[in-house]
């Protein structure tokens, strides 16, 4: 069985700052990886999606990386801005197409 | 394009009623997906539909959850009967058929709280 897991649970930084996001997971047997961002109240909008071939994605401030060895995916987030403040959740999909989210990452970002 | 459209935005019910979501996905998307998300977690499947067809129904509790996608577009979540463990965000995705690395795309979810 698939586990997602995304530590640290919540993440405060100044405005300005670079940042990472982390998630693990433990069957290395997977289709891609998805980072998503969740505003209170909202659905989730996809970030980036790295399929198993790929070692990275980049859009814009955000690059991911996907380590499919060690089970870990990064996301990168650069010169952070309090717009940047929400909950990014990972999703990794296996073959069968069933995806298994992290319970995600609560960023906020201080003026 | 017009994103994927859920029905009712929030719903308050007594526990042992009936309750019904309706979603909407984007046009063309064949594979439908029902979500749940508890407080604090990630969003955790239901259902998964390819067209009108069940790929994956295996974490939807069938003695209380019920779901339909007639026609292979709209589809309808129900639960009869709720309880108070069913308080949760139904969040609604779509993505579109041609092969597994299409992103999955969200509606903003129905928040369903019982009392």
């Known amino acids: 069985k698939q586990e997602v897991t995304q530590i640290p649970a919540a993440l405060s930084v100044p405005e300005g700052e670079n940042l990472v996001l982390n998630c693990s997971f433990t069957?290395?047997?997977?289709?891609?990886l998805q980072w998503f961002r969740q505003d209170p109240g909202k659905g989730l909008t996809s970030l980036l999606l790295?399929?198993?071939?790929?070692r990275e994605q980049t859009s814009g401030r955000l690059n991911a990386s996907l380590d499919k060895s060690s089970g870990r995916s990064t996301l990168y987030i650069a010169a952070s801005q309090p717009g940047d403040s929400a909950t990014y959740l990972c999703?990794?999909?296996?073959?069968?197409?069933?995806?298994?989210f992290g319970d995600g990452t609560t960023l906020t970002v201080k003026p | 394009e017009a994103g994927v459209a859920q029905s009712p935005r929030y719903k308050i019910i007594e526990k042992r009623q009936s309750v019904a979501f309706w979603c909407n996905p984007i046009?063309?998307?064949?594979?439908l997906y029902w979500y749940q998300q508890i407080l604090g977690q990630g969003p955790k499947l239901l259902i998964q539909?390819?067209?009108?067809?069940?790929?994956?129904d295996s974490q939807l509790p069938k003695d209380r959850f019920s779901a339909e996608r007639l026609k292979g577009v709209d589809s309808t979540l129900k639960i009869q009967p709720a309880k108070l463990e069913d308080s949760a965000v139904y969040l609604c995705?779509?993505?579109?058929?041609?092969?597994?690395?299409?992103?999955?795309?969200f509606g903003d979810g129905t928040r369903l709280s019982i009392l």
């Open positions: 995705a779509s993505s579109s058929f041609t092969g597994l690395n299409q992103p999955q795309h």
């Open positions: 069957d290395s047997a997977i289709y891609n």
């Open positions: 790295i399929q198993s071939s790929q």
């Open positions: 999703a990794v999909r296996r073959r069968a197409g069933k995806s298994t």
């Open positions: 046009s063309g998307h064949a594979t």
């Open positions: 539909f390819q067209n009108n067809g069940v790929v994956d």
